[in-house]
């Protein structure tokens, strides 16, 4: 295989003024691309030290900047000791108003149209058959929900203890942190999509395009491993709002149910709310068979 | 009668409280118990309350159809067959309610009247298990009152206007 620009035989001795012009050439143009050396002999962001991870979160907002035109914060804040996030989800509550969809879609930065990303998926399900997926729609549109005989559930990235998807990245892009939550880091995603082969839950999307997202709809307060706005050709999914939850707050979606079907907490904890429900109430979770381990937890109130 | 539908199905509510949470969520969480702040009760329809205002005297304690009040009586859905006005309101003092014992209870803590017939969902309430909240999840949080999200005068949950559908793969392009 020849390599242009360079005679392919017979092969000269390099020598180390032309190694290091080469070299040069190769770090004067990854800089004009916009990309640092750096970061191209660079780690994993789980392997940088902290004052490397301060650099790169500092780059990030920079071009985030740029790219938006107005200021972007890009914060890495790690997992907090003794927490284990669980979700649940109320069935017998759920209309299917999708308000949870677009408070997640407003919240984490996904592209808006071409293509259109949703981490929340809500399925659209008929009460005679049950949780029966084959029969599952996701593109209802009704004046008004719920609809007569049938139930809705919404499904998103169950951060399983067990994640097929983070089993099967052959870099290592995705991984579950201390916390349970699984996470994508989108500098390191070769966008090969066996993780979204991989998953049983469709919870994983792929920017096919370049990501359309306003610069006015854009939420500036990210997270580098959460809703940072991504590049094309990568992976996403959702992370529990991970920019909220690890400061405390609750999921977008949460916020936004009007029904309060939505319960969040920490799994360790016997007094939140989610343990409380799992307590209390029929629980199940979504392909058990499977032995994925999903943290999120489907339950019935009544 | 006092309670006017809280807009809160329609977020008006909850993107209040939620931009008023925003501040004390933003710490980090607390390792202490969680507080919990109760959320505005939905407001009066305006200038009816205080009831006593016109309820100067007790009145007629017969249940019947009221020439006044007509939008409650008109939507009025709650065991509708059983129950009137004063099994709630208080006919000594209408700018409170009372309990079946004849306690009186303010409008502030009308979830002490809900919960002596929904004992079930008053049990899940308190846990958080029952109903929303707002807030941290580990420390300052808000919880809804049950009129926050029903209407006290016709509780079942009114039907919504979903949004919009996801679009199809080939609609994407």
């Given amino acids: 295989m020849s390599v242009p620009g360079r005679p392919s035989s017979p092969s000269p001795p390099i020598s180390r003024r032309r190694f290091l012009g080469q070299s040069l050439a190769v770090a004067a143009s990854a800089a004009a691309a916009g990309c640092g050396v750096e970061e191209l002999l660079g780690r994993s962001f789980r392997e940088l030290s902290r004052e490397d991870v301060r650099k790169v979160l500092a780059r990030a907002e920079r071009r985030q900047s740029a790219r938006f035109g ?50 929340i998926r809500v399925l659209e399900l008929d009460k005679a058959r049950g949780v029966d997926l084959a029969h599952a729609d996701v593109y209802y549109d009704a004046e008004q929900v719920p609809r007569p005989g049938h139930f809705y559930m919404p499904v998103q990235c169950q951060q399983c203890r067990k994640p097929p998807c983070v089993k099967v990245c052959p870099v290592g892009a995705t991984w579950q942190e201390p916390d349970g939550i699984v996470v994508v ?42 809703n940072r706005p991504r590049p094309k050709g990568v992976v996403e999914k959702c992370t529990f709002c991970i920019q909220r939850v690890r400061r405390g707050r609750y999921p977008a979606c949460v916020e936004a149910c009007p029904v309060g079907a939505r319960k969040f907490g920490n799994l360790l904890d016997p007094e939140s709310e989610i343990r409380q429900a799992m307590d209390r109430k029929r629980v199940f979770i979504l392909k058990e068979e499977l032995g994925t381990q999903p943290r999120f937890f489907y339950f019935y109130a009544t | 009668m006092p309670w006017s539908w809280p807009r809160f199905l329609e977020g008006v509510v909850a993107g209040a409280l939620v931009a008023a949470c925003a501040g004390a969520a933003a710490s980090p969480p607390a390792a202490s118990r969680p507080q919990l702040f109760q959320a505005e009760p939905p407001p009066f329809t305006p200038g009816i309350f205080p009831c006593s205002q016109c309820h100067t005297d007790p009145g007629d304690p017969t249940r019947r159809a009221l020439g006044f009040h007509d939008d409650v009586q008109g939507r009025f859905d709650h065991d509708a067959e059983h129950r009137w006005c004063l099994d709630c309101h208080d006919r000594a003092d209408r700018d409170v309610l009372h309990l079946s014992s004849g306690e009186k209870v303010p409008f502030t803590e009308s979830y002490r009247l809900c919960g002596q017939c929904h004992g079930d969902k008053f049990r899940d309430w308190r846990a958080g298990v029952h109903g929303k909240r707002v807030g941290s999840w580990s420390g300052a949080k808000t919880y809804f009152l049950c009129v926050n999200c029903h209407d006290p005068h016709s509780p079942r949950f009114k039907p919504l206007r979903p949004e919009p559908r996801p679009l199809r793969p080939e609609e994407q392009r």
């Fill in chain 1, 70 to 119: 107005r200021p972007v914060k890009v914060d890495a804040a790690g997992p907090l000791p003794g927490v284990e996030f669980g979700y649940g989800l109320d069935l017998s509550r759920c209309i299917g108003c999708r308000r949870c969809v677009y408070a997640c879609v407003k919240e984490n930065n996904p592209s808006r149209h071409h293509p259109q990303i949703h981490w």
């Fill in chain 1, 185 to 226: 880091d989108y500098d390191w995603c070769i966008g090969c999509r066996c993780c979204m082969a991989a998953c049983p839950y469709g919870a994983r999307h792929f920017n096919w395009a370049e990501p359309e997202l306003p610069a006015a709809e854009l939420n500036p307060d990210t997270h580098y491993l959460g």
